[in-house]
């Protein structure tokens, strides 16, 4: 079997985080996988001015450090020399890897340490929305590379730039059109992402193998079942950027005779609802902003509430609402259709604008005893991604 890379450069990049995006999760998904599937298996990260090789027995070293359950080593003399370039804990990590790499290189040297230490034919692989410019394809192929694999998260700085930041949709757009030149097939966190990606890929002539695998989902650290917490809580959980729609919940909230817990970093473009956190008589009464919750503390925050909220415009998968339901926790959302692919028909959707639909819908889980999720429902597992994922690597 052809040596395999996996692209870990964003997990490298989130290192001054706390806390774990949707797609950082997956990536560290498949570095647990790739860690534990053993064999020639090379893990590749973009660093300051180049690049880190890392073997297995390397990765094993970083793993905790991603993980956070060990630190980041001390800045090497690269990163004093060029400190002002990144923030601290990228510098630390970035030392980290250079410390225990099987091989570093400038940018320009990527393909010739590749040729080098990986058989040729080797299978890349990137799933983090990190380090897909044009240039890294190039070097890729010119590395030997048989076959290139990439996953797509969503689409959503093409279909709602007015979500994103200013610069996010023409180079995501770059990115893309640069990623699926180069690969041989796209993987794709739910059939609606993948839907909607060709429309776009179509409108570019490109046409790489379409492989749509549900993600999995790992449980929360969940607490036993508990009853509903008094004053009744509700919990919506994500980045407080527009496209999360907590504008609509704020906005009819003084009419709600309970508290919303607010669980997410801000964003961007959102000043108005930032205002309204900063200055609103609601907050600390009815209203609570947590920046940050531990696993465990989030669990026990939706241990206890009515309902998960999640009134989102887009989305490609759907993380939260699958936790919550895996904890018996009722889920109010927006009529999506990944949410729908991924969750069927436990959820109570509504249109993320139809503002007296979620006024009625809040009221009447109010209103009555909190609903039970059954307990027999089956939700998709990374057993079942890495099977499928196998299959094709591996045919």
Sequence with gaps: MADLLLDISRSISRAPFDYATGID?????????????????????????GYALLDQAAMKTIWPMIMRQSPWQKPDLIARLFSHKLPEAVNR???????????????????????KNLSK????????????????WRAIKAAGAGRKLAMVHDVIPLDFPEFTREDTAQRFEDELKATASACDALIYNSADTAAKSARWLD????????????????????????????????????????????????????DIPAELHIVGQRGWRNEPVFATLDRSDMIGKTVFEHATLSDQALASRLAGARALLFPSYAEGFGYPLIEALQMGIPVICSDLACFREIAGDLPIYLSPDDRKAWKAAISAALAAPRAIVPENVEFPTWEQHFAKLDMFLYK
């Design 93 to 115: 990590a970035e030392s980290s890897l250079r410390r225990v790499a099987r091989s570093t290189c400038l940018r320009a040297g990527l393909a010739k340490m590749l040729r």
């Design 203 to 254: 409108k570019w002539g490109l046409y790489p193998e379409n492989l749509p695998i549900l993600l999995g989902v790992e449980p929360l650290p969940a607490p036993a079942r508990k009853p509903a917490a008094e004053p009744a809580e509700f919990v919506i959980l994500g980045t407080i950027e527009p496209r999360k729609n907590h504008a609509m919940l704020l906005d009819i909230w003084p």
């Design 121 to 136: 034919g080797f299978t890349y692989l990137n799933v983090g929305h990190t380090n897909r410019k044009a240039a890294l």
């Design 25 to 49: 999760r997956v990536e560290q998904a498949y570095i647990e996988h790739f860690i534990a599937a053993g064999g020639r298996v090379w893990f590749l990260s973009r660093v300051l001015k």
